[in-house]
């Protein structure tokens, strides 16, 4: 009982001060709110902070997750006490962990889009994002253990720091999009300077049990600046632009990739059956489509045996194209000559196959272009193999060019059959390294359709 009005007196206290604070110009409160930044780098090493990738962290990271939005009304109990979701199930979710002397009290998810695309956007319009270049990932499932979310920030301010380097250099992902209760959507403004998705708030969010939201989007590629601006003439622990851009926190264990992949699926299986059809019924509740859209998926046997079936005769009724589990971001160059002069095109290559690749170009390429492409596949593994340039197309002014490759080398070759046949981001460190590649044979070719002499050259 002693607790329970404790606990009352404590949330009225809270609720009198946020009101209190209401009543301030936004300029001073935004003043207030970044008064409370204490940031250290150097935490305690008894902190880790980590992707969460075996069965036993993603269990902590749900409980604690579950328990914070019952306490706040986001959702009501679920008899497993976990807050599970089928985002959870899809590749292009990652879940990050805070772990203090090995327990997990922290965890935060990070949702690229995929083939359910994004929570928010059932009540928030992406459009003005969309219309930028640049990947997106919603921010969701932030939680901290109770006993640490009166500790100065000491689990908060490292776990942000690690969401964002995540998102910056290992999700590629430009922009960054959350949608949060209205009491601490200024949190977000003063401290990491987000800017609304609209005036208004969503009165009714079904995704936080019809909880009044308000949406949000940071562009990351301007970030830096807008700290550097806002905090570089703060003191050290006051200084997010010094922890958030400058700093590098021995606590933060970065993915370990083979190959510069853009995502790190973690679920097995039988972790997959453990969290969504054993200790929640996540799976049962999906209709036909997107029971079809996770088979698109995860088309491996031993996933489908753990998959929700769709209804006799649904994928008949529904076609749908083959999903990859891993993305990539390969930097590449494209060499070639036209006449007597050698040139040299930088590529960003984003989908391989055992034949062919998809990637950004910023130069103009005429269709038949040839030429001898290297790419890095990861930090040690790089392919080199005759390509062809066969067609071209532009998403949101961006251009990509689709090339034809008749002849893929070794490196190549098992990068594929790894992505191809990989469960999980660990599979891929299975790979053996290829042999080192033999230099390619110079010859003259065919003139290409358009009017450059084009000729196969060898990259140096």
């Known amino acids: 009982m002693k607790r ?46 980590k992707i969460a990738d075996t069965q036993d962290e993603l ?7 579950h328990d914070a939005y019952v306490a706040a009304g986001f959702m009501q109990p679920d008899p497993s006490g976990l807050r599970v979701t089928i985002y959870h199930a899809l590749p292009t979710t990652t879940t990050l962990c805070a772990k203090w002397d090995g327990q997990v009290v922290g965890t935060i998810s990070m949702i690229r889009e995929g083939v359910f695309g994004f929570p928010l956007q059932s009540v928030f319009n992406l459009g003005q994002v969309r219309s930028k270049t640049g ?18 920030g000491r689990i908060l301010f490292p776990l942000m720091k690690f969401m964002y380097e995540y998102c910056r250099e290992y ?17 977000y403004e003063s401290l990491l300077f987000f800017e609304r998705l609209q005036a208004r708030m969503v009165d009714n969010y079904d995704f936080a049990n019809g909880a009044p939201a308000v949406g949000a989007t940071l562009d990351l590629l301007h970030a ?21 851009v400058e700093t590098r926190l021995a606590n933060i264990k970065a993915p370990n990739r083979r190959f510069f992949t853009t995502n790190d699926p973690v679920l097995t299986p039988a972790m997959m059956d453990h969290f969504f059809n054993r200790r929640t019924t996540v799976f049962q509740s999906l209709n036909d489509r997107q029971r079809l859209l996770l088979r698109s998926i995860y088309d491996h046997a031993d996933y489908r045996a753990v998959l929700p079936a769709p209804s006799e005769g649904a994928d008949e009724l529904v076609s749908l194209r083959q999903h990859q589990r891993f993305s990539i971001r390969c930097p590449a160059r494209l060499s070639v000559r036209s006449y007597d002069t050698r040139l040299s095109f930088p590529l960003q290559v984003i989908e391989l196959s055992l034949h062919g690749f998809q990637a950004e170009c910023a ?21 080199l193999a005759e390509a062809t340039a066969v067609r071209r197309h532009e998403v949101g002014g961006q251009v990509f060019y689709g090339f034809a490759v008749p002849a893929p080398d070794a490196a190549w070759q098992r990068c594929v059959v790894a992505l191809q046949t990989g469960s999980t981001h660990a599979d891929l460190d299975a790979v053996q390294p290829p042999a080192a590649p033999q230099p390619p044979v110079l010859r003259p070719v065919a003139a290409p359709v358009r009017p450059l002499s084009l000729e196969l050259v060898a990259p140096d």
């Open 363 to 383: 130069l103009p390429l005429p269709e038949g272009t040839r030429g001898w492409v290297e790419i890095e596949l990861g930090e040690n593994e790089t392919a």
């Open 135 to 152: 990947k997106i990932a919603e921010i969701s499932a932030l939680a901290i253990d109770p006993r640490f979310r009166a500790t100065g």
């Open 4 to 49: 329970s009005l404790a606990s009352i007196a404590r949330k009225s206290l809270h609720q009198a001060a946020r009101l209190a604070l209401s009543l301030l110009p936004s300029r001073w409160r935004f003043a207030f709110f970044r008064s409370l930044i204490d940031c250290d780098d150097q935490p305690d090493q008894r902190l880790e902070l």
């Open 171 to 187: 999700f590629d992902t430009r922009h960054i999009v959350i949608a949060v209760n209205p009491n601490k959507i200024e949190m």
């Open 59 to 65: 269990e902590a990271c749900f409980r604690i997750l």
């Open 224 to 244: 830096p600046e807008v700290f550097r601006q806002a905090y570089a003439h703060k003191r050290p622990r006051k200084n997010l632009f010094r922890y958030f």
